[in-house]
């Protein structure tokens, strides 16, 4: 029995392609999420064979959602770690290694910290790093509880 192909997102859960920082700058975050996947690839190639063009697709519309939920708790001081936490559940039950979303997740920091400018971009990218940290530190998240 093959497993069927990884087909790429679809209209259900559109990415958001945009979010404002509290400076009132508009980041582009598909070109943002387009620049992790694309140091992604490079240092996980075997991505390619693995998930093809759709997994790329797939890696940029996530990226998509990380970035947005990094620019809300710089916004608004929340906490993105339920966001987080839901993605890596999902990504897991999939079989896909965590270990690889908290390094996505470093080089998400490091685009951040790369492309945008001033103390806003710092604390995205600060966002970012807690974030791979906390999925490093959780281990599972099959067993997270989700709290609406």
Same mark, same amino acid.
């Given at each position: 029995?093959?497993?069927?192909?990884?087909?790429?997102? #679809?209209?259900?859960?559109?990415?958001?392609?945009?979010?404002?920082?509290?400076?009132?700058?508009?980041?582009? /975050? !598909?070109? /943002?999420?387009?620049?992790?996947?694309?140091?992604?690839?490079?240092?996980? =190639?075997?991505?390619?064979?693995?998930?093809?063009?759709?997994?790329?697709?797939?890696? !940029?519309?996530?990226?998509?959602?990380?970035?947005?939920?990094?620019?809300?708790?710089?916004?608004?001081? #929340? %906490?993105?770690? %339920? +966001?987080?936490?839901?993605?890596?559940?999902?990504?897991? #039950?999939?079989?896909?290694?965590?270990?690889?979303?908290?390094?996505?997740?470093?080089?998400?920091? +490091?685009?951040?910290? %790369?492309?945008?400018?001033? =103390?806003?971009? +710092?604390? !995205? #990218?600060?966002?970012?790093?807690?974030?791979?940290?906390?999925?490093?530190?959780?281990?599972?998240?099959? %067993?997270?509880?989700?709290?609406?």
């Amino acid at each position: 029995m093959s497993a069927r192909p990884l087909l790429p997102p #679809s209209g259900g859960d559109a990415a958001p392609v945009s979010a404002v920082l509290a400076d009132g700058r508009a980041l582009d /975050l !598909v070109v /943002l999420a387009t620049a992790i996947c694309h140091r992604y690839r490079e240092e996980f =190639p075997d991505e390619e064979q693995r998930y093809g063009e759709a997994g790329n697709a797939w890696c !940029v519309h996530d990226n998509q959602h990380l970035l947005n939920w990094a620019v809300g708790a710089v916004n608004d001081g #929340s %906490d993105m770690k %339920d +966001d987080v936490a839901w993605l890596a559940s999902v990504l897991e #039950s999939r079989g896909f290694p965590i270990e690889r979303l908290a390094r996505n997740l470093d080089l998400a920091g +490091d685009i951040a910290g %790369d492309r945008v400018a001033g =103390p806003e971009g +710092d604390r !995205v #990218s600060g966002v970012l790093r807690d974030a791979a940290e906390f999925v490093r530190s959780y281990g599972s998240f099959r %067993d997270w509880v989700f709290v609406p």
